[in-house]
Structures are given as structure tokens and as C-alpha cells.
């Protein structure tokens, strides 16, 4: 079993930051690319950032220049630094992995998070 924990969410004002955790434990031989996915009430979850084991990065245009993605290789862990929080950030963040598992089989399976409530008030 793997499991995907966020935490950091929380209330901002606008202007304001926030920082984000996710760390990904259990039966786990590697983890590939990590992502940070955001729902709006009433939207389709949309990708924010993802990040490979090497450090590449890849933003929404919306949050370009506004948020920064990171991991921590040996702690499982990928991080969202969200800085100049806006109204229309506001949204349930959830962590996502590619996960290779320790089994015999070393399967590569897709996680979720539970999803950290953002909220920023304007």
C-alpha cells in the first residue's frame, strides 16, 4: 500500500502565501513524475505544476511566476510554494505521483491525495 498525505493548506489573503507538502509513503521502490492538481467548486480539476526526479518543471500558465513545485528525492515529498495568492486560487489541491511499487512485479501506479482545502480571500 501507498499513501499520498498533503498538508499546508489553509486561508490566505490575497497577496499572501502558502506553502504545500505532500509525502508519499509505504510499499514504494521509486517515485516517478509528481504533479499538483487543484478542483474549484464547480470545475474540472486542472493541473498546477508537475515535476520529474531530475527537477524539470512544468506550470499552468496561470500560476507561472506566482508558484514554484519541488521535491525531496529521498523523503518522498513535493512541495507547492504559492506566493501572490489570488481569489481564483482558491480550490481543494491535491497531490498526485507515479508510483513504482516493491513488489516482485514493480508495477507503476498513478496516486491521489486526499486534497488540502486553498482558500484566499480577497
Known amino acids: 500500500q501507498v499513501h499520498l498525505v498533503e498538508s499546508g493548506g489553509g486561508l490566505s489573503q490575497a497577496g499572501g502565501s502558502l506553502r504545500l507538502s505532500c509525502a508519499a509513503s509505504g510499499n514504494i521502490n521509486g517515485v516517478n513524475i509528481m504533479r499538483w492538481y487543484r478542483q474549484a467548486p464547480g470545475k474540472q480539476r486542472e493541473l498546477v505544476a508537475d515535476?520529474?526526479?531530475?527537477?524539470?518543471?512544468n506550470y499552468a500558465d496561470s500560476v507561472k511566476g506566482r508558484f514554484a513545485i519541488s521535491r525531496d528525492n529521498a523523503e518522498n515529498t513535493v512541495y507547492l510554494q504559492m506566493n501572490s495568492l489570488k481569489p481564483e486560487d482558491t480550490a481543494v489541491y491535491y497531490c498526485?505521483?507515479?508510483?513504482?511499487?516493491?513488489?516482485?512485479?514493480?508495477?507503476?501506479?498513478?496516486?491521489w491525495g486526499q486534497g488540502t482545502q486553498v482558500t484566499v480571500s480577497s
Open positions: 498526485n505521483a507515479d508510483i513504482v511499487e516493491l513488489t516482485p512485479l514493480r508495477r507503476l501506479t498513478n496516486y
Open positions: 515535476i520529474t526526479p531530475g527537477g524539470s518543471t
